[in-house]
């Protein structure tokens, strides 16, 4: 079992930055890691995603330019820098990790980030 534990929500003005972190308890199983956000009333999207070996990544058109998925293999770790952020930005965002791009098998609990 992978654990993920993200980090860095918070509440900031709209033109601020935020990052966000994900610790895995072991890479075993999630060679692509990512973010998904869930804002009020509204479903789960995909944000970024990043493939651990080679060093793809996966924008979705709304965060394209503004946020940048990174990771550091040695500390099991992928972070999201958030820039420019907008109050639409407003959500719970989840860490997500799998075997492969089409797969989501662990997920963090979730950090909250306020956009007003």
């Known amino acids: 079992h992978v654990q993920l534990v993200e980090s860095g929500g918070g509440s900031v003005q709209a033109g601020e930055s935020l990052r966000l972190s994900c610790v895995a308890s072991r890479t075993y199983s999630t060679n692509c890691m990512g973010w998904f956000r869930q804002a009020p009333g509204k479903g789960r999207e995909g944000v970024a995603a990043?493939?651990?070996?080679?060093?793809?990544?996966w924008y979705a058109g709304s965060v394209k330019g503004r946020f940048t998925i990174s990771q550091d293999s040695a500390r099991n770790t992928v972070y999201l820098e958030m820039n420019s952020l907008k109050l639409e930005d407003t959500a719970v965002y989840y860490c997500v990790g799998g075997p492969s791009p089409d797969r989501s098998d662990y997920w963090g609990r979730g950090t909250q980030v306020t956009v007003s």
């Open positions: 990043i493939r651990r070996s080679g060093g793809e990544t």
